[in-house]
């Protein structure tokens, strides 16, 4: 008698154990690329933050990395990154993707 007690009170348990939520679809994240003709016009002008964020929004990219032109980088490419390289007196020299 105890066993079917058991059971009875197991089986609406094991019922609920085993529902799923249905899946729900993630919001898609959005695609960044870089589009280094977008803002070549900055080159000559001076680095600074404002001028970074500017050529980042400009040029769609996700990430922006500085550099004077003496510097080391790593060669990993991203699309979604833009490169800004600048001299010794901070005017932009050359701006790339990856």
């Known amino acids: 008698m105890r066993s079917i007690a058991l059971i009875a009170i197991a089986l609406p348990l094991a019922a609920c154990a085993a529902y799923e939520e249905p899946a729900s679809t993630p919001a898609a994240e959005p695609t960044y690329t870089c589009d280094a003709a977008a803002v070549q016009g900055h080159i000559g002008h001076t680095a600074s933050a404002d001028m970074g964020a500017a050529i980042q929004q ?8 500085w550099g004077p032109s003496d510097s080391a980088w790593t ?12 001299d010794n007196a901070m005017k932009i020299t050359e701006i790339t993707c990856g």
């Open 75 to 86: 060669m990993d490419y991203r699309p979604d990154r833009v490169n800004v390289r600048y």
């Open 58 to 65: 400009q040029s769609g990219a996700r990430t922006l990395r």
